[in-house]
């Protein structure tokens, strides 16, 4: 059983910083690319940003320079740091990464997601 779990979402103010964490456990062989997601109300879910095992990141035109995705992978976790917020970055953002289980078999998995609220 392999899960990923998010965390530091919450309110901030336009300007403020957030950081986000995601954790993946369970039978982990590899961890292979590292994504983070959002999704604003009445919106489709976007790539934000991603992270590649060796070390590659790519981010969306709105957030770059911004947000910047680093992952520790001795601990198998994935973060986001987003500074400068706006009002628009406001969604629920979304961990993803691309598993190798102890096992040889290889899934995509999905944190449940965690809430950034930007306003004033």
């Known amino acids: 059983q392999v899960q990923l779990v998010e965390s530091g979402g919450g309110l901030v103010q336009p300007g403020g910083s957030l950081k986000l964490s995601c954790a993946a456990s369970?039978?982990?062989?590899?961890?292979?690319?590292m994504e983070w997601y959002r999704q604003a109300p009445g919106k489709q879910r976007e790539l934000v940003a991603t992270s590649t095992r060796d070390g590659n990141t790519n981010y969306e035109e709105s957030v770059r320079g911004r947000f910047t995705i680093s992952r520790d992978n001795a601990k198998n976790t994935v973060y986001l740091q987003m500074n400068s917020l706006k009002p628009e970055d406001t969604a629920v953002y979304y961990c993803?990464?691309?598993?190798?289980?102890?096992?040889?078999?290889?899934?995509?998995?999905w944190g449940k997601g965690t809430l950034v609220t930007v306003s004033s």
């Open positions: 993803y990464a691309d598993i190798q289980k102890t096992d040889w078999s290889k899934m995509d998995y």
């Open positions: 369970g039978r982990i062989f590899a961890i292979y690319a």
